[in-house]
């Protein structure tokens, strides 16, 4: 009976996920900035902004072991078009914030796919020529503001809406170029915990991920910032 139920869960995940998409709507991401600023519209049209979604939860996990471009394109696409060095890269700055503020972050779901976001920040004034990697955004894993918690957890109480989280920036940092990301680790796909051995809808480790990357600054407030080198690659 498990096992037959098990399998339903995958057969509806499997096709749920054919039409859940999502965004991040606020700071607009790279792939979804021509819905709001026409000058990114001639050069950046990108009908598919919502699918996000490293090329699909085998492709991410099966070929690549949980690997995804920053912005969520295939981890294997040879030239990333969100990507310095790609087609549909500016570069340009979509919003700037203050050093150490709480800043209200939207996210679009067209479907509500249960799981949890996350919020990561990576600062490229040492490197101006280079994109983030995903080793400098792990860095720095930002807080959900008024917690001690990284992830924000209630994505399952809002439905398929516009969702705002208000995000702590880290008192140290301030930037002239800072690439800005939101993941989303859904909780659609049926999977064993490696700890516990529970098996159930997102209790495993492969699941559906969205991701999206907005360039941003952050105003210097007068406080001591700190230096940490990104690590990057450089494109050019």
């Known amino acids: 009976m498990n096992t037959k139920l ?12 054919i039409y859940g998409h999502g965004y991040l709507s606020d700071p607009v991401a790279r792939s979804s900035a021509w819905l709001v600023d026409q000058s990114f519209k001639q050069c950046c049209t990108y009908n ?34 969100f ?32 799981g949890y976001f996350e919020f990561r920040l990576c600062n490229l004034d040492n490197n101006p020529n280079s994109d983030a990697t995903q080793e400098c955004l792990d860095r720095r894993l930002l807080k959900i503001a008024g917690t001690d918690s990284t992830r924000f957890r209630d994505v399952d109480k809002y439905g398929s809406q516009a969702i705002t989280v208000r995000v702590q920036l880290p008192s140290d940092v301030a930037c002239r170029h800072c690439v800005f990301q939101w993941k989303y680790t859904t909780g659609n796909s049926w999977g064993t915990d490696p700890v516990t051995g529970q098996s159930g809808l997102g209790m495993g480790i492969e699941n559906e991920t969205f991701m999206g990357c907005s360039d941003i600054s952050i105003v210097d407030n007068g406080s001591p910032t700190q230096t940490i080198p990104p690590i990057i690659v450089s494109t050019g």
């Open 6 to 17: 098990g399998l339903l869960y995958i057969f509806i995940s499997c096709f749920v996920s």
């Open 48 to 81: 598919n902004h919502m699918e996000m979604f490293c090329g699909g939860t085998q492709h991410q996990w099966n070929v690549h072991g949980g690997k995804c471009s920053i912005c969520g394109e295939p981890y294997d696409r040879p030239v990333k078009l």
């Open 83 to 114: 990507e310095k060095g790609g087609a549909m890269y500016t570069g340009k700055i979509v919003k700037t914030y203050t050093q150490g503020q709480q800043i209200d972050v939207t996210v679009v779901l067209t479907a509500n796919h249960k």
